[in-house]
């Protein structure tokens, strides 16, 4: 948590110095919202299923990802006062290391580069003072850049790794929380995501292991909100 404030407090002072100005004509009740956020994204990583394991590589074995902290920036908008769709934009690393007798593998792929692609359906519940605490749900798709082997698996002749775009399932409870009357606010969130992927490694351009693994990651942010 400390972390994820940490990332959050410069993003929520550059949102609050560009404050938009008041030509935007900025309302609690506009039809169009937009967040800046600090958030962070916390994975899984396990071996769900071993699809292909010839040499039996995977005996014993289990991965984990680490965890990031990213900015990100949603849009919003409202179809009525009390129901909106909301996608996000960001893009955040990760790297995947070994557990159980693949401890000590802290880089069997490197450099993931993952854009969760999500829209949800969110209920706002209105409360007194203009605080709102929402629900969301939605699908979610995690499509993944730059994957390469680490250094733990390179030295087995592991020269390209590939991780599969899957889709997902995404559910989300928050709260926005007004500043003024001019749309200007503060957005608690979380997400929790129900995403696998599947890994390809190669030698030489033959498959030698192929396996599942559970991200399902909890996704939360904290930020600035301008409604208009």
Not at 23 to 30: C, H, M
Not at 86 to 98: A, D, K, P, R
Request: proline share 7%; charged share 15%; aromatic share 8%.
């Amino acid at each position: 948590m400390k972390k994820l404030l940490t990332a959050a407090l410069p993003v929520i002072i550059a949102a609050a110095a560009l404050a938009p100005a008041p030509a935007l004509a900025g309302s609690t009740e506009g039809k169009l919202q937009v967040k800046v956020l600090g958030t962070g994204v916390l994975p899984d990583g396990k071996i769900v299923d071993v699809k292909y394991d010839p040499l039996g590589l995977t005996d014993g074995a289990q991965t984990r990802a680490n965890d990031n902290v990213v900015p990100t920036i949603a849009i919003e908008y409202f179809f009525t006062p009390n129901i909106s769709a909301e996608t996000i934009c960001c893009l955040t690393q990760h790297h995947v290391s070994g557990a159980g007798t693949l401890e000590g593998a802290d880089h069997i792929v490197d450099h993931v580069l993952v854009l969760p692609a999500t829209l949800t359906l969110k209920y706002h519940l209105p409360l007194e003072g203009g605080i709102k605490p929402y629900i969301g749900a939605g699908p979610s798709m995690f499509l993944y850049f730059g994957e390469k082997p680490g250094s733990s698996i390179t030295p087995l002749g592991v020269d390209k790794v590939k991780m599969s775009n899957d889709l997902g399932f995404a559910l989300q409870a928050g709260v926005d929380i007004p500043v003024n009357d001019k749309g200007l606010g503060v957005t608690l969130d979380a997400k929790k995501y129900f995403m696998d992927t599947t890994a390809h490694f190669y030698v030489s351009g033959t498959e030698v292991l192929t396996t599942k693994h559970s991200l399902d990651p909890w996704v939360v942010s904290a930020g600035l909100s301008y409604r208009f």
